[in-house]
């Protein structure tokens, strides 16, 4: 049988042992150096000059003199006897004053425990707060709310990645299948993306990293300001509100500002590559194109100034600004050739209507209808 406890060497008693008080006492002298241990410091590596009876230290890595080769040991300071040494074993706790500090022998060094008197607590390999965390999410929180506040001032959320083509992104789960993402996933653009099973993505808005273009992917609905009865509104030091359509594609056909009902287009502005035109297109209930009804023709160099005017009479201008007249032309009007058999009812066109009619008698020329009959303009007989 072993003449030592296992764990921290206190002497037995032996059978029959004469001066039984002399091993008792020095069990009780061990258990008082090592259980509840405080010690002054850890790092002094020489023995102050000065001990008080029952002081205790760890003797620090570079111990000399009378602590030289007990680097790591408790020393116990007692008087009449000097300093006594006891080897640590893994796991042994004590508290350091001088750092105001709780420290753990790992077999090898005494290292400190976070947590305690403020301690920061640094390079913990995990932590679970309320769930468990893992070897790819090390820190994980189970709760209904998370908050990050400032400490003063502002408050930063930072997310760093190593590379341009890594991911740093916020992501949004149900189920534990992703729904949302933004941020920079696979270069430095910033970027907003959405899925419905959490496999297949779609951008919906990509924001370039120089700050050139944003690039959205579906279409981009506004709800409507009801109170102002508005989509879009402008609250810049600017009295007005721009906005541009532009196709950088590299074979771009054309730009357009589609506008419907119910999903189903009925109009389009459009603009088509390639051509000097500016066209408003029409569209049936079906969606079916009806024809361009409005085309404005670019002039590259000539000037379009009122080419067509409408003033807040109804006056209609071509060319011009309109005057007294329904229609002020500056210019030639033309009314295209009909035939007598192409000509529609008078009774339909109504009284006042005009046409040139390609084949009245007496030659070529402008009439109108009277209601009943087409007459011509130079005699006032039935074309």
């Known amino acids: 049988m072993s003449e030592v406890s296992p764990v921290l060497s206190l002497p037995y008693i032996a059978p029959a042992q004469a001066q039984k008080h002399v091993t008792h006492n020095e069990a009780l002298r061990v258990l008082d150096a090592l259980v509840q241990p405080t010690v002054a410091s850890r790092t002094a590596g020489d023995p102050p000059a000065s001990p008080l009876h029952g002081d205790r230290y760890v003797v620090g890595p570079s111990a000399s003199g009378l602590w030289a080769a007990h680097a790591g040991d408790l020393a116990l300071f007692e008087e009449g006897l000097g300093w006594s040494f006891f080897a640590a074993k893994h796991g042994w706790v004590v508290h350091v004053r001088d750092e105001d500090i709780l420290c753990a022998f790992d077999g090898s060094d005494w290292q400190p425990l976070g947590l305690y008197a403020n301690q920061p607590l640094q390079n913990v390999p995990q932590l679970g707060i309320a769930t468990g965390a893992d070897e790819t999410n090390r820190l994980a929180v189970a709760s209904d709310a998370t908050l990050l506040s400032h400490a003063g001032n502002g408050h930063q959320l930072k997310i760093n990645k190593a590379m341009a083509a890594d991911t740093a992104s916020l992501l949004f789960q149900t189920t534990w299948g992703g729904r949302a993402e933004m941020g920079t996933t696979g270069s430095d653009d910033f970027a907003v993306k959405v899925s419905a099973d959490g496999s297949s993505w779609t951008d919906v808005m990509v924001m370039a990293a120089d700050g050139s273009a944003t690039q959205f992917g579906t279409p981009v609905i506004v709800d409507e300001d009801v109170a102002a009865d508005r989509l879009i509104s402008s609250t810049h030091k600017h009295?007005?509100?721009?906005?541009?359509?532009?196709?950088?594609?590299?074979?771009?056909?054309?730009?357009?500002?589609?506008?419907?009902?119910?999903g189903v287009r009925r109009y389009a502005c459009l603009v088509h590559a390639g051509f000097e035109q500016f066209n408003i297109t029409a569209y049936d209930a079906a969606g079916v194109w009806k024809g361009s009804p409005v085309v404005l023709e670019f002039p590259g160099s000539a000037s379009m100034n009122n080419a067509l005017y409408i003033d807040k009479n109804s006056h209609v201008g071509i060319g011009k600004a309109p005057g007294a007249a329904k229609l002020d032309i500056d210019g030639i009007a033309r009314l295209k050739p009909l035939s007598k058999s192409a000509l529609p009812a008078a009774s339909t066109v109504g009284p006042g209507g005009i046409a040139f009619v390609s084949n009245a008698a007496g030659g070529a020329q402008p009439a109108y209808s009277d209601g009943t009959n087409w007459r011509k303009m130079s005699d006032n007989q039935v074309v």
């Open 239 to 262: 009295s007005y509100l721009t906005m541009t359509l532009n196709n950088s594609h590299a074979d771009p056909v054309a730009s357009s500002i589609q506008m419907g009902f119910g």
